[in-house]
């Protein structure tokens, strides 16, 4: 069993940044896909970025530009670095693995969720 424990989130101001981090339990952190995503009040769950085993990046259109993903496989840990932050980014962001190394696979383990808030 993988855990997944985010931090990172917090109040953060229009146009501020965040940076949320993920570390990840288990042995074959390297093998495998992560991702974030995020659970606006109201809203579906939807995809926000994710990063193959190899690095390849994704994003949802709607962060493209504003946030990146990153990984640090000798820490077991997935970044995720947030600028120009907007109100409608107010979420709670949740960390994934997927069950395979290509960003498509399918989600295997969630993160308990940290909550990012964008307000003035």
């Known amino acids: 069993q993988v855990q997944l424990v985010e931090s990172g989130g917090g109040l953060v101001q229009p146009g501020g940044s965040l940076r949320l981090s993920c570390a990840a339990s288990g042995s074959d952190f390297s093998m495998y896909a992560m991702g974030w995503r995020r659970e606006a009040p109201g809203k579906q769950r939807e995809l926000v970025a994710r990063?193959?085993?190899?690095?390849?990046?994704n994003y949802a259109d709607s962060v493209k530009g504003r946030f990146t993903i990153s990984r640090d496989n000798a820490k077991k840990t997935v970044y995720l670095q947030m600028n120009n932050l907007k109100p409608e980014d107010t979420a709670v962001y949740y960390c994934?693995?997927?069950?395979?190394?290509?960003?498509?696979?399918?989600?295997?383990?969630w993160g308990q969720g940290t909550q990012v808030t964008v307000s003035s």
């Open positions: 994934t693995q997927n069950s395979g190394s290509a960003y498509f696979s399918s989600v295997k383990y």
């Open positions: 990063i193959s085993s190899g690095g390849i990046e």
